[in-house]
């Protein structure tokens, strides 16, 4: 699956900016409209370490209204969240009608980063593609939109980055030991992913795959899958689309390319 995807694909800064800004708008009247009409909506981000999830969370919500969104970057589970149903602590931070969830990781790290490591049984780890899969049924059956997004880069653009990372000292801390660890078990996780992928994407519940060795590239096409996202809803609803220019059509190959939907899936992180 992943190896069918194209990371040269890039956007040029004169094309990038005017396309940025409109979609930037239109998701901000999007929003507004949610609002509006009382739908929830969870966006989560799931890729690879440096493929630039936490800047393109950043640059996603400076025009989102910070009364209507909620951005929560997962950890690890705490102590007391140990003894409860592994899938608690997320739903406390499901939220309300009208409002929108961002995750910076999530109940995905469940079939990633803990089973690559082992750090729970794998019979654990088996059964929580079938939980998060009943997870995200429940919350669409309830009304919530649900867009989940995986950052995609080669290991050898990893390395580049990390490198990169490591060459200046104001953000050298962002690269730890586990990170290289992570790395050199870059192949272990691309398993994990895969069958992440292909168990977990459904129609309620689509995965998009987002080719990030390009960063204006990767935001656009977040952007824009949102945006296309929020107004297929709306419509499908009956509510109406908020009054404003609707942003202009990226690049063709820009365009969403979502994994078939599977008939019966689940679950992942890294």
């Known amino acids: ?16 900016k005017p ?21 929830p909506s969870m966006i989560v981000f799931e890729g690879w370490d440096a493929a630039g999830k936490g800047t393109t969370i950043n640059k996603l919500s400076q025009r989102l209204d ?49 089973r690559v490591e082992k750090l729970t049984p794998k019979k654990q780890w088996q059964e ?46 962002h690269v730890q030991p586990e990170d290289w660890e992570h790395h050199e078990k870059y192949d272990k996780y691309l398993v994990a992913i895969e069958e992440m992928l292909a168990r ?10 987002v080719e990030a060795t390009d960063r204006l590239w990767c935001r656009v096409k977040v952007l824009e899958t949102i945006v296309g996202r929020l107004e297929q809803e709306l419509i499908r609803r009956g509510k109406p689309l908020p009054v404003g220019e609707v942003p202009e059509e990226p690049p063709a190959e820009a365009q969403e390319e979502s994994i078939p939907a599977q008939p019966e899936p689940v679950a992942g992180e890294v």
């Open 66 to 114: 910070p009364r209507g969104f909620k951005l929560y970057p997962i950890q690890a589970p705490r102590t007391h969240e140990l003894h409860m149903p592994w899938l608690w602590r997320f739903w406390l931070k499901v939220p309300g009608y009208g409002q929108m969830a961002i995750f910076d990781r999530s109940w995905y790290g469940r079939v990633l980063v803990e």
């Open 128 to 173: 929580a593609y079938r939980d998060i899969v009943d997870f995200e049924h429940t919350l669409a059956d309830d009304g919530y939109i649900i867009m989940k997004f995986f950052l995609h880069i080669s290991k050898k653009e990893q390395r580049k980055r990390f490198k990169k990372l490591e060459q200046d000292p104001l953000n050298r801390w």
């Open 200 to 209: 977990t994407d459904t129609e309620w519940g689509p995965w998009t795959i």
């Open 19 to 39: 396309l940025w800004s409109n979609l930037r708008t239109r998701l901000y009247d999007l929003q507004k409209a949610g609002w509006d009409a009382e739908i």
């Open 1 to 16: 699956m992943l190896e069918k995807v194209d990371l040269s694909k890039k956007l040029e800064k004169p094309d990038y």
